[in-house]
């Protein structure tokens, strides 16, 4: 079988607390067929250590919201 993952950055969104963040630039594996995104647990504990230090943010921006009804 050949491997169809490589290695690139992504932007990850997350919600916690009520507020939606958005990182960028989070290095990942990405199966090039399915898109599905693979992080390794020292990127996903990086993640939750800068959303909980309460350091701002390098920038914010305004999201629309849609209900889906």
């Known amino acids: 079988m050949q491997e169809t993952m ?5 932007n990850y969104t997350i919600e916690y607390q009520g507020q939606l963040y958005l990182i960028e630039q ?3 594996r990405v199966c090039q067929e399915t898109g599905e995104e693979y992080f390794s647990p020292e990127t996903v504990e990086h993640i939750q ?3 909980k230090s309460g ?5 914010v921006i305004g999201t629309p ?3 889906y009804a």
């Open 55 to 59: 350091r701002p943010p390098a920038r």
């Open 26 to 28: 989070v290095p990942a």
């Open 65 to 67: 919201v849609y209900r």
């Open 49 to 51: 250590a800068l959303i």
């Open 6 to 10: 490589i290695e690139t950055t992504v």
